[in-house]
């Protein structure tokens, strides 16, 4: 079965053939990085426009390296949400146009199923499961006790873990996207700056990170009002290992509380180095198998979104040709 992924949801342009949800025929994803960097961030009017530029010959790049003509097709799956609305329907019509063209089915996929279906590029998601969701809009702990079955345990109560990574690059006055930027620097040897982890109540499986952004801010700042060196290694080792600790304990509780066979990390975030060793470390001294995508399958990509609409097809998931972008789309369990 081959599926074709679409994933347009912020700022990455991206089509992929996979087959039988798990091989990676092709790959392909244009980067607006280089633009957006100039405004610090993504613009969505921007966006649209550079999706709008790209979309019709990165489908056509996906069908190329993939040596298949549309015909040996079985369905196009895209991304419905959540997103920026003018980006999601960008992908949309053209999901739509080109499945109208060739007498295939639409699939509409949630953005953060795709980010979990990454792991079934490399590994077979085992039951049940708990995965942790480290991107640049949503940090949860999601339960899944089979596949398309997701029961949110736990999430943040302000920023997400990519948004704080973000913005605490943009006090370093590093580029963006600044995650990888801080990741590196923290990778280096020497002291850190000692932060704050917000625990919050005991039993919760709930994440924080606006205390963590408003110490980092508010250090940096007070470093430079005294007129010293800001030490950015030293703030960003000290800030990762408070992100990873607070997430790798609520992740290593809750597999122990769900008694799951297998966690899997997904999102952005889930490309960080320190987060991935420490999940690596504390789930295998609790005997818990850890899975998490390569670092390419980690940040937005259409492999993922051909991954999980191979699944939905399985299960007889189709959509409707009014498929609309769902900019707040909640991550429901699939049904048919
Ligand atoms: P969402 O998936 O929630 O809709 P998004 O699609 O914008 O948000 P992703 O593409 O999944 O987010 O991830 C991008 C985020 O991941 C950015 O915030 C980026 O800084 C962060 N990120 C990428 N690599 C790393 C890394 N090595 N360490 C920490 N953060 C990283
Ligand atoms: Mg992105
Ligand atoms: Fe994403």
Redesign the pocket.
Known sequence: IYILGIET????TAAAVIKDGTEIVSNVVASQIENQRRFGG?VPEVASRLHVEQITLVIEEALQQANLQPSDLHAVAVTEG??LVGALLIGINAAKAFAWANGLPIIGVH??AG?IYANQLVTEMKFPLMAL??????TELIYMEEHGKFEKIGETRDD????A??KV?RVLSLP?????????LAQTEGEAVDFPRAWLEKESYDFSFSGLKSAVINYSHNVKQRGEQLNAEAVARGF?QS?VDVLTERTVRAAKEYDVKQVIA??????????RHALQKELAEANIEFSVPP?QY???NAAMIGAAGYEMYRKGCRSDWKMNGEPGKALTSWSH
């Open positions: 949801s912020c700022d990455e993504v959540p997103g953005h953060i980010h969701i480290v991107s640049g809009g949503h997400a873990a990519g948004e990574y973000d690059a963006y996207p600044g995650g990888p930027h801080i990741d590196q990762q992100v997904a999102g952005g975030v889930s490309a960080n180095q320190g987060l670092i980690c940040t937005d």
